[in-house]
């Protein structure tokens, strides 16, 4: 069974500050994929990194896939309130017809505080 | 324009009641998707349906019949329903082909059973 864990589970901080949120796996995935999700709405896509070793810089946000494709890491530099969300990993596996799996990590819920 | 729509946004009905949730997306994306997301926020994908046809189907209770009657919809029927299933529905609609095509959410079915 693939299995993504996110760490850390929960996250206060400081805005201005900066922190790493990490998503781990033995499984081998084609693609890594960070949503952030809001109370009431579904997760919205912030990156998809492909290439082992891929980083993708999206504002203060940096996506890291590592070497292996089995891990990843989302960076926030200087956190602002507007940060503040649930953020998922989901990694991606082939499946038929030209098709694709995703299997969604535990989650990183992340509280910026003015 | 709402990419993916989902209704009812709120389900409260009662242990052994059936009842439906249905999807739209206006991408014109071949693969629309079911996760459930329970009230730890830990997403788990239910069903695939790539042009009307059913291509993943996880281990879910015999009790849950999703149904494409085309490209565009992806509904999902609950039979007998139980507390277990209290939970948030996501529908999600994916281009097929690549790697790299976005997954859009659908905004949710928060679904109360009592």
């Known amino acids: 069974t693939q299995l993504l864990e996110q760490s850390p589970q929960f996250l206060s901080i400081q805005e201005g500050e900066n922190l790493t949120v990490y998503c781990n796996s033995s499984?081998?995935?084609?693609?890594l994929q960070w949503y952030r999700q809001e109370p009431g709405e579904g997760p919205v896509l912030l990156v998809t990194v492909v290439t082992g070793g891929e980083v993708k810089k999206l504002k203060r946000l940096t996506f890291q896939f590592g070497d292996a494709r089995k891990d990843s890491s989302l960076h926030i530099t200087a956190a602002q309130t507007g940060d503040t969300g649930l953020y998922l990993c989901?990694?991606?596996?082939?499946?038929?017809?030209?098709?694709?799996?995703?299997?969604f990590g535990t989650g990183t819920r992340l509280k910026v505080l003015a | 324009d709402t990419a993916v729509s989902q209704t009812p946004k709120y389900l409260v009905t009662q242990m052994g009641n059936d009842k439906s949730i249905k999807c739209e997306q206006n991408l014109g994306h071949d693969t629309m998707y079911w996760y459930k997301q329970d009230s730890k926020k830990f997403l788990k994908i239910m069903f695939s349906y790539n042009n009307k046809e059913l291509i993943i189907n996880e281990t879910v209770p015999n009790r849950f019949s999703p149904k494409s009657p085309d490209k565009a919809h992806l509904n999902l029927h609950i039979n007998s329903l139980e507390l277990g299933d209290s939970a948030v529905y996501f529908c999600a609609s994916r281009g097929s082909g690549g790697v790299v095509y976005e997954q859009y959410f659908g905004p949710g079915t928060r679904l109360t059973v009592t």
């Open positions: 499984s081998v995935f084609s693609s």
């Open positions: 989901a990694g991606a596996s082939p499946g038929t017809s030209g098709t694709y799996k995703y299997i």
